[in-house]
């Protein structure tokens, strides 16, 4: 990891030896006009956010411009979040946001300032015809650019290397194998829990949607209307449930990201389902006890084909910022091409075509666990599926409905045919109201 840290610093460098300063936030910027201020700042607990906070006195040293972070649990900040847009508070700048997830909603609501107008104007150095088009348009609500991708990411397994050749297993390709080397897993030593993976509710969609889309389902069918009553959806929840009752860790209906890639970390799953954004989280020598025993390979295939979620979280702007000028300066430089190579470094696989080949980046990737890594990003990159929940206005409410119902699968309280039923009713009035 040294030596990974040592090329990208020099890349960044060697950036600002040809820019005039590191990102390039704006020629305003760069001349010392225009970067007094302050930004606030309000993000998740998540890794862009654990990569970007310590680049930040770069740019506050850069601009003139202090940031004041605000992190919280994802639930939470989500809830700061909501709350600061809904009173037009003033008192948040900049915010993380997921527009997949809640875009037409806050699109609607007006509660994204539109970015459009500021990336046009931004300078050369920023390219942002850079941007992969998957990311990019992930931004965008009817067209309009809310928000500027941080990074790309989807569900990939992760695996333990020791135990897989001590127990002469290889990776599943498929879910039925999947399933299989969960239970064979348990049989093998019943302390190491097979799988861990999402059970909360609002959580839950992200990684069950492969399950999903490899059966050979959309969420949603072309008239925008569900399509739980396909016998693929039915065997989506009851492979899903399966999973999580029988080889997931106790209390797994609790579990979201960050219980899942403590307890591998922890070398107490001999599997993890979850983002491969979790890779640092994971492989963190100073917190894992499995630094060396990381395998990565792409989301098993469904009786469809393999069909993984891909998506990218994104910076976006208040429209009630008193701040705006320093705020897009923040975004700009925070989503340049020199800070998303710095960020390759946290292990923050980058939404810019540039930088996800540049060597500086490609060739610091030289341990097993990080080759593997970089091919399973790839491979969201070309076959992800961006589809990772019904879209509308009312994302959040219908992703609900999906993991309460799925959720009661898990707990044994419904069967997989009970809990289609349920989202297909459930989603029906929601899809309905945009």
């Not at 960044?12 to 606030?40: I, K, Q």
């Not at 693929?232 to 979201?256: C, F």
């Amino acid at each position: 990891m040294s030596t990974r840290k040592t090329v990208i610093s020099c890349a960044v460098v060697a950036g600002a030896l040809v820019l005039p300063a590191c990102g390039s936030p704006s020629d305003a910027m760069s001349e010392g006009e225009g970067g007094e201020g302050s930004v606030t700042l309000v993000m998740s607990n998540h890794p862009f956010q654990r990569g970007i906070e310590p680049l930040i006195p770069e740019f506050e040293e850069e601009t003139g411009i202090q940031v004041d972070v605000q992190t919280f649990a994802e639930q939470q900040a989500r809830d700061k979040i909501q709350l600061n847009l809904q009173s037009k508070s003033s008192a948040m700048d900049v915010f993380m946001t997921l527009p997949s997830r809640e875009g037409p909603l806050f699109a609607t609501s007006g509660y994204y300032e539109p970015l459009d107008d500021y990336i046009s104007g931004a300078p050369s150095e920023y390219d942002a015809d850079d941007f992969s088009r998957g990311a990019i348009d992930g931004m965008k609500v009817d067209g309009t650019t809310y928000a500027v991708p941080v990074n790309v990411e989807g569900p990939v397994l992760y695996y333990r290397t020791d135990l897989f050749d001590e127990w002469g297993l290889t990776p599943p390709e498929t879910l039925t194998e999947l399933l299989d080397t969960a239970a064979e897993i348990a049989d093998r030593d019943p302390g190491i829990t097979p799988i861990t993976l999402r059970g909360a509710a609002a959580a839950l969609p992200f990684t069950f949607g492969t399950f999903v889309h490899g059966n050979g389902v959309e969420f949603t069918d072309d008239q925008g209307a569900p399509n739980f009553d396909e016998p693929g959806a039915v065997e989506a929840i009851d492979q899903y449930a399966t999973l999580a009752r029988e080889s997931g860790p106790p209390g797994v209906i609790n579990y979201s990201f960050t219980e899942s890639s403590t307890l591998f970390a922890q070398g107490k799953a001999a599997m993890m389902l979850e983002s491969s954004n979790e890779l640092n989280s994971v492989a963190d020598p100073g917190s894992s006890t499995v630094t060396e025993h990381i395998g990565i390979v792409p989301v098993p295939a469904g009786s469809a084909g393999p069909a993984p979620t891909v998506l990218s979280w994104g910076l976006a702007m208040s429209p009630h910022s008193e701040n705006k000028e320093a705020a897009w300066q923040f975004l700009e430089w925070a989503t340049s091409p020199e800070t998303q190579l710095a960020l390759t470094e946290a292990d923050i696989a980058p939404p810019r075509a540039s930088v996800a080949e540049d060597p500086a980046y490609t060739d610091t990737l030289d341990t097993p666990t990080q080759q593997a890594w970089r091919e399973a990003v790839a491979d969201l990159q070309e076959n992800g599926n961006v589809e990772v929940g019904p879209v509308g206005s009312n994302a959040p409410a219908m992703r609900q409905v999906i993991g309460d119902a799925v959720g009661k699968v898990i707990l044994g309280e419904a069967t997989p045919e009970d809990a289609a039923a349920e989202i297909q009713s459930g989603l029906e009035p929601l899809l309905a109201d945009g």
